[in-house]
């Protein structure tokens, strides 16, 4: 599909993507760089690519689609940085977790003639890093581009197309919806998690051996979320702090309710909330999301040579 495709960024989005544009044949020659040298030189063991540099610039020359797959804080900076080295007619793409900041922090540096196009595959684990990468990450999983007014047709078109091949499903949606949406079904269920473990971490009245030894009644599906990469989902709470601030609220003012039903003994509203909420994960199910093996697949999934 392209000559040279340059990941600027190889952890667990962007080394994903260089298995799998390699796996299904996406590009003559891929381009790796990264910040660091230990990154790089695991990249290059790992043999992501085709070539290799510290310098993003060197990366991005010639490439006809670059894909920015850094923490959201970082893009504008990565922006200013490659954007002399960008071809004529490029596609310049992203990954991150925000849309309206990204936009905000790249849009200004990106030459005449090159089509940005920012995008966010809802892909990912709690694993960071070239090792986490896979080539199915994206598979049947949904890519969002936030297009800009003036985004080509024919460039938005080839982007979806890669994106296909990489298994995803295309949307496409305004910045601020996408931030609103993920904000619910993506940043609010992080920092909840992140809330809880830390909650159980400073408890006193029960030991962390406790925690720990019976984590499997519920809590252990909560740290999957906690575990993931601080970086990452520090700067998604400060580039997408409105969206976040407003489901927070919505979200405190129900758990007030929720609270009040508990205090008052109130075993109908429990009923009818716990009611809804199960139909939703059968939607969810439903639409191929997930898997509705008991143990939430861990079984099947962690270890498939048990009997
Ligand atoms: P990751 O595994 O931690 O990899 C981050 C990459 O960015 C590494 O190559 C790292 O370089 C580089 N980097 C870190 N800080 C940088 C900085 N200040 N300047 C330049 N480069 C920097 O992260 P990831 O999970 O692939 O996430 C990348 C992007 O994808 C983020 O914007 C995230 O919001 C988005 N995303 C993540 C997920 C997910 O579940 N993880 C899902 C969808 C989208 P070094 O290692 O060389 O320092």
Known sequence: MFKKIA????????????RVARRENLARHIAISTRSRATLERAEELDLGDSYSLDPKEAVEGADLVIVSVPVGASGAVAEEIAPALKKGAILTDVGSTKASVIAQMQPFVPEGVHFIPGHPLAGTEKSGPDAGFADLFRNRWCIFTPLPDTDPDALEKLSEFWRRCGSNIDTMDPQHHDMTLAIVSHLPHIIAYNIVGTADDLESVTKTEVIKY?????????????????????????????????????????????????????????????????????????????????????????????
């Open 7 to 18: 990941l600027v960024g190889i952890g667990l989005i962007g080394s994903s993507l260089a």
């Open 215 to 307: 984590s499997a009644s519920g809590f252990r599906d909560f740290t999957r979320l906690a575990a993931s990469d601080p970086t990452m989902w520090r700067d998604v709470c400060l580039h997408n702090r409105d969206a976040i601030l407003e489901m927070l609220a919505r979200f405190s003012e129900d758990l007030a309710s929720l609270q009040r039903a508990i205090r008052w003994g109130d075993g109908e509203k429990l009923f009818d909330l716990f009611t809804r909420t199960r139909a939703i994960r059968r939607s969810i199910i439903e639409a191929g999301q997930e898997i509705d093996a008991p143990d939430f697949g861990r079984q099947a999934v962690d270890h498939p040579a048990k009997t």
